[in-house]
């Protein structure tokens, strides 16, 4: 396993350092909403992950309370566990809320708003463990040198782009040092749960095609589950 780089202050590069809110906001609305399930979908596990959410996250903002500009090796354990609690804790979900929907349970209408929710905590962990792992994570992907990364998860296409007509390339990896945030994560997970496949970002490496064919099949069982159950009420 490579050796994780010890951040504590700013270096030459000139990327933009990533503010720490955006992921927090969305790590609080993934545990609001997984708190939020119905009790016969899921009992003790809903309050064991966010009680871990919770607890892992406040040393996370206090190391880094505005912008990701210190990593630690403990801090860069913590970061990673937090988005692997979330998104194994979401896929033993999952099979709980298919085996009821297969199950034919009678709370249709519930179970049609849990699976919405199941969907979006999912599309926002899955987010949270691309931008965890992509070129060392967020701290190390704007302070370290680009000869110094490790070995890139996706390529964006901004990191293609310097070579097209200047209003474009203005905005690329090459000129501008631009680099990947949360919310281009994000977005990129959305887009993957809902197309089922890659859209503007594409997979580099066996890993990020394996957690990215996960979250693509859950979401698609989830979405014909869903509408089969959907069209079973209506009839």
Known sequence: MPRTPTITQHTTRTARIEHRWPAVF???????????LPNDLI????YVTVAIGIVLLIPLIAINPH???????????????????????NQITIVSLLLLLVGGSEEGPSLLQSALQVWVAN??????????????????????????????????????DDDAIDEVS?????????????????????????????????????????????????????????IARAVSLIG
Not at 26 to 36: E, F, P
Not at 43 to 46: G, I
Not at 68 to 81: E, G, H, N
């Open 43 to 46: 009992t003790v596990q809903r």
């Open 123 to 160: 599309v926002i962990g899955f987010a949270l463990l691309y931008w965890e792992i992509d070129r060392g994570g967020p701290v190390i992907r704007t302070m370290a040198k680009r000869s110094d990364l490790p070995k890139a998860d996706f390529r964006f296409p901004q990191d293609e």
């Open 170 to 226: 203005a905005g690329s990896s090459g000129t501008s040092d631009w680099t990947a945030s949360y919310v281009d994560y994000f977005y990129f997970s959305l887009s993957n749960s809902m197309a089922f496949s890659p859209t503007d970002a594409m997979p580099l490496t066996s890993r990020a095609k394996l957690l990215m064919s996960l979250e693509s099949f859950g979401g698609f069982v989830i979405l014909a589950l869903v």
């Open 67 to 89: 912008h990701m500009s210190r990593q630690t090796r403990w801090s860069r354990t913590l970061s990673l566990a937090l988005a692997i609690v979330i998104v194994l804790s």
């Open 26 to 36: 969305a790590l609080v609305v993934a545990l609001v909403l997984y708190g939020a």
